[in-house]
Nanobody, 122 residues
Framework: QVQPVESGGGVVQAGGSLLLSCATSGRAFSTYTMGWFRHAPGKEREFVASVSRSGVTTFYTDSVKGRFTISRDNAKNTVYLQMNSLKPEDTAVYYC???????????????WGQGTQVTVSS
């Protein structure tokens, strides 16, 4: 069992960058796929990116490809989301989640953090 805790959110101008971090408790971090999701006002929570247990395989939603990079450090029990060239439409609460399968589906993740707010101003 792991408990994700996100950090690094904030307010940034369009075109700027933010680095989100997700630290997890527990010793089993390396056995979990890690994902980032986001929830914007008036929209459903959506998949952003995921990374396999080894860190080799990553998936991204089309709207962030080329701008966001997901990575993990199993020695630090932490997963990251580097967000560059941010757009106002990236504004949302960003959630980190841990699951057993490297999937885009919300239902594939068992443990969720509380979220961190990212606001991109135009």
């Amino acid at each position: 069992q792991v408990q994700p805790v996100e950090s690094g959110g904030g307010v940034v101008q369009a075109g700027g960058s933010l680095l989100l971090s997700c630290a997890t408790s527990g010793r089993a971090f390396s056995t979990y796929t890690m994902g980032w999701f986001r929830h914007a006002p008036g929209k459903e929570r959506e998949f952003v990116a995921s990374v396999s247990r080894s860190g080799v395989t990553t998936f991204y939603t089309d709207s962030v490809k080329g701008r966001f990079t997901i990575s993990r450090d199993n020695a630090k029990n932490t997963v990251y989301l580097q967000m560059n060239s941010l757009k106002p439409e990236d504004t949302a609460v960003y959630y980190c989640a841990a699951g057993r399968v490297n999937t885009r589906a919300l239902g594939g993740y068992d443990y969720w953090g509380q979220g961190t707010q990212v606001t991109v101003s135009s």
